[in-house]
């Protein structure tokens, strides 16, 4: 085998696993798209020592790191599909990136890609003003008009956390009534319910002042949140037999304490193995299935 194990994905959870078993002397190939969930937004929030840190100079110091420890290598490019091969697995890249690669063992730690609901405007400001997690952005729209557009019914249980950084609207966008009960628990914490279809968000550039009502009234709105659809970013997962279910909010795989998947040999680390989100609980679960994988190449 030309590596102990192959990581798809760079971001916070695979480098997380990446230095973990390089401290371990193991021999890791970590191929990465470039392409990370939190790409969009210029600030992480609430990671240990980094609050407030632009999340691609964090990935990028981190590599940096990685790559001073003799037993790692790095592939620029996408994995396009992964199979068993003899007592370990074979992964092909996509484009120009080269023959395929065989390792003993894998961590899927390519992400979710979001769906973000069709509504003008929105696509342009997600991850500055338009936003889904109130832990990692709330603090710096607080006290200012706040928004959760309605997709789900744990849109209204979003509405009523949100409401703790400032004054909150729930946009219902034309969906069906909510219960009383529901309604009650919204009212308590001063969330306003607004029934009407949203027809688009106004605001300079990548801010928000407003969002547009389909009668053409705007309301004023500096945030608003959104608990997008979220999917597996690579198809590798289904083709290699692990299994998916559907969390939350949306596609995750399933995996045990040691976050490996029910496919021997595969783990899975990050977002596309856990609900909820966040860059620590993505290196805290990175750290789990390298620390697990060194520990199963050892003890089988």
């Given at each position: 085998m030309q590596h102990d194990v192959a990581i798809i994905g760079g971001s916070f959870a695979g480098l997380a696993a990446a230095t973990y078993l390089a401290?371990?002397?193991?021999r890791v190939c970590v191929i990465d798209s470039g392409r990370p969930r939190n790409r969009f937004a210029d600030a992480?929030?609430?990671?240990?020592?980094?609050?407030?840190?632009?999340?691609?100079?964090?990935?990028?110091a981190a590599r940096d790191q990685l790559a001073a420890y003799?037993?790692?290598?790095?592939?620029?490019?996408?994995?396009?599909?992964?199979g068993r091969d003899g007592d370990g697995f074979l992964v092909r890249l996509g484009g120009d990136s080269g023959s395929p690669l065989s390792a003993r063992r894998l961590i899927l730690a390519f992400g979710l890609h979001d769906d973000l609901p069709g509504l003008p405007g929105l696509?342009?400001?997600?991850?500055?003003?338009?936003?889904?997690?109130?832990?990692?952005?709330?603090?710096?729209?607080?006290?200012?008009?706040?928004?959760?557009?309605?997709?789900?019914?744990?849109s209204a249980h979003q509405a009523m956390l949100v409401a703790d950084w400032g004054p909150t609207t729930l946009y219902m966008n034309g969906a069906p009534r909510l219960d009383d009960e529901t309604l009650a628990k919204l009212a308590a914490r001063g969330v306003q319910v607004v029934p009407d279809p949203v027809r688009a968000l106004h605001g300079e550039r990548c801010a928000l002042d407003s969002i547009e009502?389909?009668?053409?009234?705007r309301l004023p709105l500096e945030a608003l949140y959104v608990a997008p659809q979220s999917r597996l970013a690579s198809p590798i997962a289904r083709g290699l037999g692990c299994t998916v279910e559907d969390g939350p909010a949306g596609e995750m795989l399933v995996t045990d304490a040691d976050?490996?998947?029910?496919?021997?040999?595969?783990?899975?680390?990050g977002d596309i193995a856990r609900a909820p989100h966040s860059v620590s609980w993505a290196v805290a679960d990175g750290v789990t299935a390298g620390t697990a994988v060194h520990r199963a190449s050892v003890f089988g």
């Open positions: 401290r371990a002397r193991q992480s929030h609430g990671f240990l020592g980094h609050d407030g840190s632009d999340p691609a100079r964090i990935l990028q003799p037993t790692v290598s790095f592939v620029a490019g996408e994995a396009v599909d992964a696509r342009d400001r997600w991850g500055k003003s338009a936003i889904h997690c109130p832990y990692c952005h709330g603090y710096e729209f607080a006290d200012r008009p706040l928004g959760v557009l309605y997709r789900v019914p744990m009502l389909d009668d053409g009234s976050r490996q998947t029910d496919v021997p040999g595969v783990y899975a680390a």
